[in-house]
């Protein structure tokens, strides 16, 4: 029997939620429903501290940042590597 993988958020995010302060403020305001594909993030910030959470996820190699987009995609990399071990 095989495990069907979880999808990646695809969620179209408000135009004016851009980095991961934005989604932050957007859920202490109470838009939860609205971001539920991002709780990801949310929990990850919380478990972390936001300078951990920015230095971990947010910077790719080279110091690039990364979009919005792209950090949930690298937490849920992480997460299955982490059930398989």
Request: charged share 35%; aromatic share 4%.
């Amino acid at each position: 029997m095989t495990r069907q993988q979880t999808p990646v958020s695809r969620q179209i995010l408000p135009k004016r939620l851009s980095t991961v302060d934005d989604v932050l403020q957007a859920w202490q305001d109470g838009e939860n429903e609205q971001l539920a594909d991002h709780k990801r993030v949310v929990d990850a910030v919380l478990r972390l501290s936001r300078a951990c959470f920015k230095k971990r996820y947010e910077m790719s190699d080279g110091d690039k940042l990364r979009t919005l987009r792209d950090i949930p995609v690298v937490l849920e990399k992480e997460a299955e590597a982490l059930k398989k071990n």
